[in-house]
Structures are given as C-alpha cells and as structure tokens.
C-alpha cells in the first residue's frame, strides 16, 4: 500500500512538471520574443533608448558584446547606447531582419538575425544572436553579441 501510494505521488508529480513544460509552447515563445524585439525597434526608432533597453534584462550579469568589447551590466549597457547615439540622426532608422528565433526550454530562447541602420549618410549593419531568458514571467535579453560589417 504504502509503495503504490509513493508511486502515485511520483507519479503525479512527474506529470505536473510536464504539464508546466507544455504551459509554454515553442510558438508562444516565438510570438513573446518576437513581441520584445518589435518593441525595440519601435522604441529605437521614436528615438526611445530607454524603452529600447526595456528590452534587456535589468541585471548585473547582463552582458553585450560587440567587437572587442564587453560590456557588464544593464545600466553600462544603456550608458554605452548613450554615449554612441547623441542625437536622432546618429540613431537613424533600425530595422531588424532574418529572425531565427530558437526556444531551448521553457525559460530559454536564442535568437539570431540580421541589423540595418539608415542614416542620411551611411547604413551600417551586422549581425547579432541574443540570449532571451524568461524572468518573472517576462522574456528578457541577458546576452547580446552584435557584429558590425563592413564599417
């Protein structure tokens, strides 16, 4: 008796934690991901780099990379964006492309894509892969590595 009711107890708890897993399919991950990344381009675009970083996680261990330099921290991370776009021109007009966006699990997704900026006198672009973890129920950047091509 006592085996069979320890059973069920296992039992029972191992499909609780599938069903948590399902809570969360992969398509509504993609959709909710997808939904922060718009949200940064329309941020970056009114020339919201605030709202734009609404899109990081607001952590220490938030990290962005981007050619020979890393950057620790979502307050550093906005102070370098600060520093690098002064004025709406130099932000110009950010468009994101070519999402390929990959749930791991139901806290994890990466995602790799590609990133054009239209100014009035250039259009510099890259590449990027994003680490988005689920946090407090809110899908967040907590890494970031960015590459610019041809300069």
Same mark, same amino acid.
């Given at each position: ?75 550093? *991370?906005?102070? =370098?964006? #600060? ?5 709406? +021109?130099?932000? !110009?007009?950010? %468009? ?14 990466? *995602?790799?894509? =590609?990133? #054009? ?5 250039? +259009?510099?672009? !890259?590449?990027? %892969? ?22």
């Amino acid at each position: 008796m006592r085996r069979t009711h320890s059973c069920l107890i296992v039992l029972a708890i191992c499909a609780c934690l599938a069903a948590c897993d399902r809570t969360t399919s992969n398509k509504e991950i993609v959709t909710n991901v997808r939904a922060v990344i718009e949200a940064q381009q329309a941020a970056w675009n009114r020339g919201d780099i605030d709202g734009f970083m609404d899109g990081y996680d607001r952590s220490e261990a938030t990290t962005f990379v981007s050619g020979d330099d890393l950057t620790r921290g979502w307050q550093t *991370v906005l102070d =370098r964006y #600060k520093k690098s776009y002064t004025s709406r +021109a130099l932000m !110009g007009t950010l %468009t994101f492309s070519d999402l390929d966006i990959k749930p791991i699990g139901p806290t994890l997704a990466i *995602v790799d894509g =590609r990133w #054009k900026l239209k100014r009035a006198d250039d +259009a510099p672009h !890259g590449r990027f %892969t994003l680490f988005f973890s689920r946090i407090n129920n809110n899908w967040r950047i907590t890494h970031d590595t960015t590459t610019l091509l041809n300069p």
